[in-house]
T-cell receptor, first 113, second 116 residues
């Protein structure tokens, strides 16, 4: 069974602070996807990282894929209330004959104004 | 831009009742998935399909059945609902072209199901 541990599970901080969310596994993934989910909606893709050591930036969000492609992090600089939501990481892993996504449990992020 | 549409959005059932959740996508995607989402447990794969007429079991298939008679539709059935099946159910689809492992999954807005 493939596992993807995501931490922290819950984070509540003040507007303007920085934060980092982590996803860790003992398995090697072909790629790692980060999604954001708002209440009452399905997850929406933010970014996909593919290469070990890859760094991608999306405005104030920085995503990094570990060198060994077993872990990833999401760093938010100067968090804003609009960043509030559930952040999910998902690793692409080749199962029996198809690629499956292995999901982390999610980080519920609340940014207080 | 409909994308992935799930019906119904909410449903309350009594233990032992049956129902079918419908997922429809208009993106011509080959792959479709049914997940359940419970607090603190992320998304767990119930069943998936790699094309019309095919289905396969995921991580938590017991108590559920699926059918993919048309490419655009993926149905999830509960034959005899149990309180443990109270959850939020999400359908997703993805393309099979390009680099498969990089393809995002596109989700519907979920069905909130309560079993009393």
């Amino acid at each position: 069974t493939q596992l993807l541990e995501q931490s922290p599970q819950f984070l509540s901080i003040q507007e303007g602070e920085n934060l980092t969310v982590y996803c860790n596994s003992s398995s090697v993934f072909s790629s790692l996807q980060w999604y954001r989910q708002e209440p009452g909606e399905g997850p929406v893709l933010l970014v996909t990282v593919v290469t070990g050591g890859e760094v991608k930036k999306l405005k104030r969000l920085t995503f990094q894929f570990g060198d060994a492609r077993k872990d990833s992090s999401l760093h938010i600089t100067a968090a804003q209330p609009g960043d509030t939501g559930l952040y999910l990481c998902a690793g692409a892993w080749r199962g029996d004959s198809n690629y499956q996504l292995i999901w982390g449990a999610g980080t519920k992020l609340i940014i207080k104004p | 831009n409909a994308g992935v549409t799930q019906t119904p959005k909410f449903r309350v059932l009594k233990t032992g009742q049956s129902m079918t959740l419908l997922c429809a996508q208009d993106m011509n995607h080959e792959y479709m998935y049914w997940y359940r989402q419970d607090p603190g447990m992320g998304l767990r794969l119930i069943h998936y399909s790699v094309g019309e007429g095919t289905t396969a079991k995921g991580e938590v298939p017991d108590g559920y059945n699926v059918s993919r008679l048309k490419k655009q539709n993926f149905l999830l059935g509960l034959e005899s609902a149990a309180p443990s099946q109270t959850s939020v159910y999400f359908c997703a689809s993805r393309a099979s072209t390009g680099t498969v492992s990089n393809q995002p999954q596109h989700f519907g807005d979920g069905t909130r199901l309560s079993i009393l």
